[in-house]
């Protein structure tokens, strides 16, 4: 096997076209990871909120995380067997990859939103129930943003694991770029095997690269601290960090009147 | 006015309120440790009360009750004659100040959002709640420019002008502040404290003021309350009086040393007649201070005003910044009996200068022309004509 090959692989028309042609492929592996992700987000958010902003409960989240260690594989085959004689369609294989697969986002997405609303300031918080913040909006206008960066993280290292491992549903006969890999070892096609892993792994660091511009976008500048360095390299152009700060500057003592 | 009618906190029941006020308070979590024991007291309309006292005498406790983030036992707190107990706690919330000692200031929101937040609470339009928070964060000693940088960047004194904007930002009849000034250094701590009593002059709030530095609650409170261990009232009253008539040798050790010379502070300087003073301005020639005739000279600036003593042995060419002796204080002319009698005490010359209010040098006073005024004060107060907390300021 040589590059030439992998190349001569990617470039034979066939590949491009057809129920097994890469773009079908693709969009089936993608429908899988979406799919996944959104079922999962609706299962983190509200707990993950729930457990972060009431503090109760927090045992769910270690639980969660002690989940990952069940293989995927096994479990998914676990799942078919027990899932499969009772559905009459191609959903008595995507039910069960799905499940197995949300089972796996669900810890990190769940520790991120968790981790990130237990890191807001207690004074920030503090300061918004006192200035009387109901509950909800102390979790949506507060808690919320200042736990995006580490939510966003969570997301990232879900979406990472989901797309490499939604490969697996290729072996209960589902499609997605899995199926390179299940065929290619069946009939001894190395190429095919190496050419459908370089896929996942391109479609795995193109999601993460948008995640990741998602993150810069959406998470506050003043939590990021992107603005803090754009602003002091702008004052110090303009000469205003190195002027003292009249607000702040002590007055000399022979200028004070100390009245008390 | 916020009213405590018999109001006890005791830890370990039910709703213990916060976690934070319990572990500030319930000392490790003692099943009914009392925090706050049958609290009585009166924070007057306009005026700022202090709760002052050691760790775990319930002065934080006592403060987090009026606004409900802690729920009392027993008794009632009413604000403005309405029970705090019987409205939406949101509502009531939104209609008082809230500052803490780290601010607490929201690190994803700029400047003026945070300033923007109770008045959004409460439905004021997006554009005449910016205006009005761009006027406080002036109102506050900051710099517009300011608004739009997020807390981040900030230094810990800016951070607390913000959360006072933000507190003042609905323009609430009352004001709770939780140590707002412990968390900067003492220099920043002097301009807050001397900034807040500038504001309080012109906005005149109810106010209830927590801190642990008894310093801080002679300088501020209109009235002082001084709680022991375990949430008694040992003390209530116009610092002066604290300082002057300790009720009890707790209240006389929390209130310190140099009681005597500190309630000076609270007695205005009278009418004393000054000495005129020969001045040489900065920039004069060797010859003119020495035609002084006096080992300390008296340098000022152009407008008049004090900068310094220069000793005339020391001068050589001419009087610059650099040879000025920078240990004395000047006194003003309303200032207060503390500040001549420091003046004069911390003068190189052993005469204290005494400046007007247009910061003009008036004249000199030694130390031993301010102590006959200080004398005839006494006889004055113990005969009972002079009124007690004769504020100066």
Redesign the interface.
């Known amino acids: 096997m040589s590059p030439a090959t992998i190349w001569a692989w990617f470039t034979d028309p066939a590949q491009w076209s057809g129920a097994d042609g890469i773009p079908n492929r693709l969009a089936e592996h993608l429908a899988y990871t979406a799919i996944t992700l959104v079922i999962g987000l609706l299962i983190a958010i509200p707990l993950g909120a729930w457990v972060g902003h009431t503090g109760r409960l927090r045992w769910l989240v270690t639980g969660a995380n002690a989940m990952r260690a069940v293989p995927s594989l096994g479990l998914l085959f676990a799942v078919s067997m027990f899932v499969g004689p009772l559905i009459q369609s191609d959903l008595a294989f995507v039910i069960p990859s799905i499940v197995v697969l949300v089972l796996l986002a669900v810890p990190p997405l769940l520790s991120g939103i968790y981790a990130g609303i237990e890191s807001v300031?207690?004074?920030?918080?503090?300061?918004?129930?006192?200035?009387?913040?109901?509950g909800w909006?102390v979790l949506t206008?507060?808690e919320l943003?200042?736990a995006?960066p580490l939510s966003l993280s969570g997301l990232r290292s879900a979406t990472l694991q989901v797309i490499a491992t939604a490969t697996i549903a290729a072996s209960v006969s589902l499609g997605g770029l899995g199926r390179y890999l299940i065929d290619g070892l069946a009939s001894r096609d190395y190429v095919q095997m190496v050419c459908g892993s370089i896929l996942v792994a391109v479609l795995a660091l193109v999601a993460d690269l948008l995640l990741a511009a998602l993150e810069r976008y959406a998470?506050?500048?003043?939590?990021s601290?992107r603005?803090?360095g754009v602003?002091?390299s702008r004052s110090s152009r303009t000469g205003e960090a190195s002027r003292p700060?009249p607000?702040?500057a002590?007055?000399?003592?022979?200028?004070?009147?100390?009245?008390? | 006015m916020i009213r405590f009618e018999g109001v006890t906190k005791r830890y370990g029941d039910a709703d213990s309120g916060s976690a934070d006020g319990g572990s500030r308070a319930g000392g490790g979590g003692d099943q009914g440790a009392v925090a706050v024991d049958n609290l009585t007291l009166e924070a007057p309309t306009g005026q700022i009360t202090v709760l002052v006292g050691p760790s775990g005498c319930g002065k934080t406790t006592t403060l987090r009750m009026v606004n409900r983030m802690i729920t009392p036992t027993s008794g009632t707190i009413s604000v403005n004659g309405r029970d705090t107990a019987s409205m939406d706690v949101a509502e009531l919330r939104r209609g008082m100040g809230y500052v803490i000692q780290h601010a607490g200031l929201f690190p994803h929101r700029t400047v003026v959002d945070n300033v923007m937040t109770v008045p959004r609470l409460l439905g004021v339009d997006k554009r005449q709640a910016r205006a009005r928070a761009m006027e406080l964060i002036e109102r506050v000693g900051l710099d517009p420019a300011m608004a739009r940088r997020y807390p981040a960047q900030l230094s810990g004194g800016q951070q607390q002008r913000v959360g006072v904007a933000r507190a003042l930002a609905a323009d609430p009849p009352v004001m709770l502040m939780d140590e707002p000034f412990s968390a900067v250094d003492p220099v920043v701590r002097e301009q807050l404290q001397n900034e807040f009593l500038r504001l309080q002059s012109e906005l005149g709030k109810t106010i209830l003021f927590v801190t642990h530095d008894i310093d801080e609650a002679v300088k501020l409170g209109d009235q002082v309350a001084v709680l022991r261990v375990g949430g008694v009232l040992a003390q209530l009253a116009p610092p002066a009086t604290l300082l002057a008539d300790p009720v009890d040798d707790f209240v006389a050790g929390f209130v310190g040393r140099d009681r005597g010379y500190r309630a000076l502070s609270f007695a205005a300087a009278p009418e004393l007649s000054l000495t005129d003073e020969p001045t040489v301005r900065l920039g004069a020639t060797a010859e003119q201070v020495r035609a002084v005739g006096s080992p300390w000279v008296l340098a000022v600036g152009d407008a008049g005003e004090p900068v310094g003593w220069v000793r005339a042995a020391a001068v050589d060419h001419e009087v610059t910044r650099d040879l000025l002796h920078r240990g004395g204080t000047v006194a003003s002319t309303s200032g207060s009996l503390r500040a001549l009698l420091d003046a004069a005490l911390s003068s190189p010359s052993g005469r204290g200068v005494v400046a007007g209010d247009d910061g003009r040098l008036v004249g000199t006073i030694t130390a031993a022309e301010v102590v006959p005024a200080i004398e005839a004060r006494r006889t004055a107060t113990t005969a009972g004509e002079v009124p007690e907390g004769a504020s100066t300021r």
């Open positions: 300031d207690p004074a920030a918080r503090d300061a918004a129930r006192g200035m009387g913040m109901t909006q206008r507060v943003p200042c995006l998470v506050s500048p003043g939590i601290g603005s803090v602003a002091r700060d607000v702040e002590p007055r000399s003592i022979s200028t004070a009147s100390p009245t008390t």
